[in-house]
């Protein structure tokens, strides 16, 4: 029971200093944030997908030029 006391003392005492539109400010601009977050992500992995991609079209030509072939096998070599 005191520890709920306690609990319900502190929200009061919080709640004092802040007025109805403070919260409503504060939803307002976090939901504002969490888009960008999201947005941010979103470009993220976009990013890495384009590294990913860059990154295997880079070793598979360079492979090829230097005679390695990715995951096909052995090769016989050129006479």
Same mark, same amino acid.
């Given at each position: 029971m005191r520890k709920l006391e306690a609990h319900l003392k502190a929200k009061e005492e919080?709640? &004092?200093?802040?007025? $109805?539109?403070?919260? =409503?400010? $504060? /939803?307002? +601009? *976090?939901q504002s944030l *969490? +888009? /960008?977050? +999201? &947005? !941010? *992500? +979103? =470009? $993220?992995?976009?990013? !890495? /997908? /384009? #590294? #990913? #991609? #860059?990154?295997?079209?880079r070793w598979t030509s360079r492979s090829a030029s230097i005679g390695i072939y990715p995951a096909a096998g052995p090769v016989a070599a050129p006479h």
């Open positions: 919080l709640a &004092e200093g802040l007025h $109805l539109i403070d919260f =409503e400010q $504060l /939803k307002i +601009e *976090n *969490n +888009e /960008k977050i +999201e &947005e !941010r *992500n +979103e =470009e $993220l992995l976009k990013l !890495r /997908k /384009k #590294t #990913t #991609t #860059t990154v295997q079209v």
